[in-house]
Nanobody, 121 residues
Framework: QVQLVESGGGLVQAGGSLRLSCAAS????????MGWYRQAPGKQRELVAY???????NYADSVKGRLTISRDNAKNTVYLQMNSLKPEDTAVYYC???????????????WGQGTQVTVSS
């Protein structure tokens, strides 16, 4: 079983920066895609960015050029560097990690507990 621990959210003024981290722990699994989603009040959860094991990256159009996703495979950690933040970036950010048990093709999506990001105008 995979446990995810997120950190790095907070309150920042528009134009500011934050860095989110999500560390995966556990044993017996291989980490595939890692990503970040967000959910603003009254809205559906949406994809922010993901990065595959071979470093293929995809961003939502609304964050391109401002947010950067990266991963450290040695630490089983994914990061989201957020620059030039806007009030519309305010949301709870969730880490998402896709894994499979070693030796199987059973894929599982795991979610972090969520971290609040608030951008004031």
């Amino acid at each position: 079983q995979v446990q995810l621990v997120e950190s790095g959210g907070g309150l920042v003024q528009a134009g500011g920066s934050l860095r989110l981290s999500c560390a995966a722990s556990g044993s017996g699994f291989r980490i595939n895609r890692m990503g970040w989603y967000r959910q603003a009040p009254g809205k559906q959860r949406e994809l922010v960015a993901y990065i595959t094991r071979t470093d293929v990256i995809n961003y939502a159009d609304s964050v391109k050029g401002r947010l950067t996703i990266s991963r450290d495979n040695a630490k089983n950690t994914v990061y989201l560097q957020m620059n030039s933040l806007k009030p519309e970036d305010t949301a709870v950010y969730y880490c998402n990690v896709n894994t499979n048990s070693i030796g199987t093709l059973r894929f599982i999506d795991s979610w972090g507990q969520g971290t609040q990001v608030t951008v004031s105008s």
